[in-house]
């Protein structure tokens, strides 16, 4: 106990305290609250989690670099390469992004990822993921929140150090601890409910004195009818019973609406619809893809915005950062039908926006040739032998004279 004590005062930061530190100070939610374990259990919450997490790792990751206030892509840079093909050698990209993602989404101290350098520093080698056990934050106590990091209780340097977290210095998966709790007692019921057979559809009420053996005889003719897991059977039963039914509450009658507001509840603690963990009481064929587009304005982007600027920090040098940067490509998640991009790519082509290999690099084409310039495919002016913004051709006399 002294031990974890002394741990606990000497790894904690009072500035942002974490589950552990305020349940060490008597700062708990309510008793239906559930710790993390317990809360992964709920459908609803891992669906959350799920939904965020692999939403991210299935975009595009790309190295970007700044010429003439334009960003282009950087393959060439050793960092793309090491995005692009494996961080470290028993982890992908996918695997990455995906699990320092959910370990925001369900510890305090979020997720970290150290960088491991060669040649001096001067090449990044390779990135790893480390467990919330076998690393710790300290934020400094005057107000600035600077962070200091050590990893198997080994102190690192920040800069190498890609740390993701979630605002308030608390997760959703804590800050939400009792409405998950409340979803985690209602289907704990609900199982209670069933497994016991529901509940009786009446009660028998004896108008005589009876001995404790008929009661018991009773009892077990009750229960060998309904007990047991069984339901619906016929009970023969002595003496002078009458039977009385009994009517439901409205609080039981409103037992599957309480189930869906907690889903709600839980949308709404990791901000993304309802209909995307499965609540489609709300769900149409209209709002459906406002409620996708929402997903990833609200949701989503401010993750993708927050792992993008902690890998551009730890990944690149001081000098590199102002011309350098990771991104992710969002275009995956707001691609519509074939129909709909085919559309808009050629109308984007002939208003001379973009240029057809750039339109077809995003169905994923290879470039042809001549497929750089900027046309309109459906003007006479594009055509062979004609000229953008040359005038027609007038007719020689000759020919007015034919047309007369």
């Known amino acids: ?9 000497t790894r904690k930061s009072l500035s942002a305290p974490d589950a552990d530190l305020m349940a060490m100070f008597g700062a708990t939610p309510s008793g239906l609250s559930v710790g993390a374990a317990q809360a992964l259990t709920v459908p609803a919450v891992q669906s959350a989690i799920r939904l965020i997490s692999e939403a991210a790792a299935c975009l595009d990751i790309a190295v970007e670099r700044r010429v003439d206030d334009v960003w282009t892509a950087a393959p060439d840079h050793p960092v793309a390469a090491l995005l692009d093909d494996r961080p470290n050698e028993w982890t992908g990209t996918f695997e ?7 370990a925001a989404l369900i510890t305090d101290k979020g997720a970290l990822a150290l960088v491991n350098r060669v040649d001096g520093g001067a090449r990044v080698h390779e990135l790893t993921r480390y467990e919330a056990a076998h690393f710790h934050v300290d934020y400094s ?61 009446g009660v028998l009420s004896l108008k005589e004195r009876t001995t404790p053996e008929a009661l018991k005889r009773i009892r077990d003719a009750w229960q060998l009818a309904h007990g047991n897991g069984k339901s619906g059977g016929t009970a023969i039963v002595e003496g002078g019973a009458e039977y009385a039914q009994l009517t439901m509450l ?38 459906a893809e406002q409620m996708g587009r929402e997903f990833l304005v609200y949701c989503l982007e401010p993750w993708l915005r927050a792992l993008e600027g902690a890998l551009r920090r730890a990944l690149f040098s ?12 969002r275009d995956d998640l707001t691609r519509a039908s074939l129909t709909e991009r085919a559309t808009a790519i050629s109308s984007l082509i002939a208003s001379r926006v973009i240029s057809p290999n750039e339109g077809r690099n ?6 042809r040739e001549d497929g750089d310039r900027f046309e309109n495919p459906h003007t ?25």
């Open 96 to 102: 990455l992004v995906r699990d320092m993602v959910a």
């Open 1 to 9: 106990m002294f031990d974890r004590l002394r741990t606990f005062l």
């Open 141 to 201: 106590g005057d107000g600035r929140l600077e962070p200091s990091f050590r990893v198997n209780n080994v102190p690192v340097s920040a800069d190498d150090v890609v740390h993701l977290r979630s605002p308030f210095a608390r997760c959703p998966l804590s800050m939400a601890a009792d409405a998950i709790g409340i979803a985690k007692t209602l289907e704990e019921h609900a199982g209670r409910l069933f497994k016991n057979g529901a509940r009786p559809s």
């Open 250 to 287: 409205s609080t039981d009658g409103q037992f599957i609406e309480n189930r869906t507001f907690q889903l709600q509840e839980v949308a709404r603690a990791f901000r993304v619809p309802a209909t995307m963990i499965g609540e489609l009481s709300r769900g149409t064929w209209g709002n």
């Open 380 to 404: 006479g002016a594009s055509q062979p032998g004609g000229q953008i913004g040359a005038a027609a051709p007038q007719p020689t006399p000759e020919q007015r004279e034919d047309d007369a």
């Open 362 to 367: 995003w169905l994923d084409m290879a470039p």
């Open 318 to 329: 001081p000098d590199e950062r102002r011309d350098y940067r990771v991104r992710f490509d």
